[in-house]
């Protein structure tokens, strides 16, 4: 089992940046992709970005993409999400999430494990 907490999150204003960490526990031993998703109110979960293992390769969705880097740290068992010229449009809930493989994934299909989700706020 592997249990994921984000944290970061909070309310800026149009153009602000922010940076999400999202932290791993407990069997992190195994190999992972690690990615992002938000959730808007009254919209449905999407994807934000993706990284493999080793870090070399990352995917972004169209939205953010030049605004927004994932990173991460295995030595911390920590995965980031640098969100910078934020929008309005960027505010919901964003979580973190893990699939065992190598596989950057882009969809919410076989992911093994979820965050618990922090909320962002861009306000005009």
């Known amino acids: 089992q592997v249990q994921l907490v984000e944290s970061g999150g909070g309310l800026v204003q149009a153009g602000d940046s922010l940076r999400l960490s999202c932290t791993a526990s407990?069997?992190?031993?195994?190999?992972?992709?690690m990615g992002w998703f938000r959730q808007a109110p009254g919209k449905e979960r999407e994807f934000v970005a993706a990284?493999?293992?080793?870090?070399?390769?990352?995917r972004y969705a169209d939205s953010v993409k030049g605004r927004f880097t994932i990173s991460r740290d295995n030595a911390k068992n920590t995965v980031y999400l640098q969100m910078n010229s934020l929008k309005p449009e960027d505010t919901a809930v964003y979580y973190c999430?893990?699939?065992?493989?190598?596989?950057?994934?882009?969809?919410?299909?076989?992911?093994?494990?979820w965050g618990q989700g922090t909320q962002v706020t861009v306000s005009s």
């Open positions: 990284i493999n293992w080793s870090g070399g390769s990352t």
């Open positions: 999430a893990a699939k065992y493989g190598v596989v950057l994934f882009t969809t919410q299909n076989g992911l093994d494990y």
């Open positions: 407990g069997r992190t031993s195994s190999r992972c992709v």
